[in-house]
């Protein structure tokens, strides 16, 4: 697949389907106390959501590397796209657990499928830069989405936002079908030749794809003690198969937990102990969404020339940082949207990086597996978090919760930290 080429219709179909997942959240207390739901039953349809995302990422990598990027993405849009119209017609609890259960599926599948085509296709000179434009494009989705559910739900019946998502689900699913893509032609694993795709964009002249032959494939799939042989010439880490996955995992699982309870309490903690009103909060909301996708492209371009990915990631967390330190401190709505405006800086430094990061490091066959685990690993970090900082706020107030909040971001810095100081790589 022609990254270059079909790059523009995966910024569309990554900002339709980011805008209708993000117009359906403020519908939600709406439509469930419409059908009289209690709050227990509510928390349980939220929490399926992200049981879906839990569990989906490794089988849209397998569905990636069964049926190709192309096919993976339609299959998700249109399961997505069934969600949303189901949630227009839906009435009955059971019926909208299951969807938002499937919501999470297609939810993660997006991202593992999306996140592979660019790591398949890239190379280190681009990936950085595609990623950038990836987040950008969600974070435009991340903005518009709740202000157009908001004005709809003020002048027509709930169900008109769910099906105008539907109808932007299918817009997307239209948008990939008009992908181009080439006949794939498949690795031949067993005579060791390397994976050569004509889908694939060629790497620069000045960095070649480093043919793995069988010594090296059967380290990569038996002997997890081992080092991971690289997805680029001259790129070498002391860190064996096994450590980078569960570093990646860790690191991944600890920024999604922070960005969760983020999510779930800054509403809480801008009401309560900020005394601002709604309005000041979502603005706060959208600042940051503006900040990503303004910020994005050109942070991913930085992560290229810079050649050293897992410092910006590491960057990006400590912006995120400086974001909650700022709203602990103080309650001036000036000061407040600077920090919203750093930490979405910080936000896109730390994507564009991270997946392009994984994208240089593991070789073909294995990356879309290893982002679905990732992915999939990381969304129980959206789960247990917020009910660890319902604990603290419990025990302590929603002080302690952001505190936790800092301890979640310094403990993602250490460990990349840790991994950045064995990928001292050389170029040959």
């Known amino acids: 697949m022609d990254i270059r080429r079909n790059l523009p219709l995966l910024m569309t179909i990554c900002f339709l389907s980011q805008m209708g997942g993000f117009m359906i959240l403020p519908l939600f207390p709406l439509f469930i106390e419409e059908f009289g739901l209690s709050g227990w039953m509510m928390g349980v349809i939220f929490a399926l959501f992200y049981v879906g995302k839990v569990i989906g990422g ?3 990598a397998a569905i990636y590397k069964k049926l190709g990027g192309k096919r993976a993405l339609i299959l998700m849009l249109l399961l997505l796209a069934v969600c949303m119209g189901g949630f227009a017609v839906s009435t009955a609890a059971v019926l909208f657990g299951l969807l938002r259960l499937l919501q999470g599926l297609a939810s993660t599948g997006l991202t593992v499928v999306v996140r592979s085509i660019i790591g398949d296709g890239g190379n280190v000179d681009n990936r950085g830069l595609y990623n950038g434009y990836i987040s950008s494009s969600e974070g435009g989705g991340m903005v518009l989405g709740p202000v157009i559910s908001g004005w709809l739900a003020l002048h027509w019946p709930l169900s008109v936002p769910f099906l105008l998502v539907t109808l932007c689900c299918l817009m997307a699913v239209v948008a990939a079908m008009g992908m181009k893509t080439t006949a794939p032609v498949r690795a031949n694993h067993e005579s060791g030749e390397p994976l050569n795709d004509p889908q694939l964009e060629k790497p620069s002249a000045d960095v070649k794809p480093e043919p793995l032959d ?7 799939h038996t002997d997890d003690t081992s080092p991971l042989p690289s997805a680029t010439s001259g790129l070498t880490t002391r860190l064996t198969w096994r450590q980078q996955l569960l ?3 860790t690191v991944h ?10 999510l779930t309490y ?22 940051s969404g503006i900040s990503t996708l303004a910020a994005a492209p050109f942070v991913g371009y930085l992560s290229d020339r810079m050649g050293d990915r897992l410092l910006l990631c590491m960057l990006g967390m400590f912006l995120i940082g400086i974001e909650v330190a700022v709203f602990l401190s103080t309650s001036s709505h000036l000061w407040v949207y ?5 930490g979405g800086v910080g936000g896109a430094c730390y994507m564009d990086s991270f997946f392009a990061h994984i994208g240089d490091h593991i070789p073909d066959e294995s990356r879309s597996s290893v982002i679905g685990k990732i992915v999939s690993a990381a969304e129980i970090g959206s ?9 603290l706020m419990e025990v302590g107030s929603l002080y302690s919760v952001f505190v936790f909040n ?6 993602a810095i250490a460990v990349q930290g840790v991994m950045r100081s064995r990928y001292k790589t050389k170029r040959v």
């Not at 917020?386 to 604990?391: I, S």
């Not at 800092?406 to 403990?411: C, D, K, P, S, Y």
């Open 266 to 287: 800054f509403a809480l903690y801008a009401a309560h102990i900020m005394h601002w009103d709604p309005f000041a909060t979502s603005l706060a909301f959208t600042i």
């Open 253 to 262: 699982f600890l920024e999604m937990s922070a960005y969760a309870v983020f």
């Open 406 to 411: 800092l301890v979640l971001i310094a403990a």
């Open 383 to 391: 789960i247990v978090s917020p009910l660890v900082a319902a604990l």
């Open 338 to 342: 600077v920090g919203m405006l750093i």
């Open 58 to 60: 490794v089988p849209a």
């Open 214 to 220: 069988n010594s090296k494939r059967s380290v990569l």
């Open 247 to 249: 570093g990646y995992g």
